[in-house]
């Protein structure tokens, strides 16, 4: 009887061990299929960028006031230019203030670019940086467009015109040549975000 039971012990040890390996098959195969990661692209400077998953995660969220009637959606990104390695945190956010409590699908929005700066890598030999910050500045305007909101995966279009590397400290010298203010514009933006 104790070797019936043994055998039977072992035999639902065997079953469960394969139940699991069938289970965790699945659920690797469910991510492999998963066409909804995080993704960020656009053209900067003549450079196309995309979001470097290797350095952060790319996710959206929301935030209330309580003084306003405003609602907040931020898109947090660490841009590099595609195909370059990145070895430090660069990062864009892109915020949408809104009286929406959700984002509607095909709206566009402005976004909200008062003293917003960015920390992006740069392909501009003329300003010796391998990142540089860029600020808004008077006339600095970006647009998004919603293209798709299921309420957890936000996907957009966006663009941001009128940006500077002048950010009201020294911009030093390269080669011995001062470095002048220049204005950048983000081009054919898209994102896929999720929370």
Not at 42 to 64: C, G, P, R, V
């Amino acid at each position: 009887m104790k070797k019936n039971l043994l055998i039977a012990s072992v035999v639902l040890l065997t079953m469960s061990m394969f139940i699991g390996c069938s289970s965790d098959s699945n659920d690797s195969n469910g991510d492999a299929n998963n066409s909804s990661k995080s993704s960020l692209s656009f053209t900067l400077n003549n450079a196309q960028y995309e979001h470097d998953s290797a350095i952060s995660e790319m996710y959206w969220e929301k935030s209330t006031t309580t003084t306003t009637s405003a609602n907040e959606f931020k898109i947090v990104t660490s841009p590099k230019i595609k195909g370059v390695a990145c070895d430090f945190l660069e990062i864009l956010v892109l915020r949408i203030r809104t009286t929406d409590n959700v984002l509607i699908a095909n709206k566009t929005y402005d976004l909200y670019t008062d003293n917003m700066g960015a920390y992006l890598p740069l392909n501009d030999p003329a300003l010796c940086y391998k990142e540089v910050n860029l600020w808004s500045k008077s006339g600095t305007s970006g647009k998004v467009k919603i293209t798709s909101f299921d309420g957890t995966i936000l996907k957009g279009e966006f663009s941001i015109s009128n940006l500077t590397n002048d950010g009201g400290f020294p911009l030093g010298y390269c080669n011995g040549t001062k470095i002048v203010e220049k204005i950048f514009n983000i081009t054919n933006g898209t994102f896929t975000a999720l929370p």
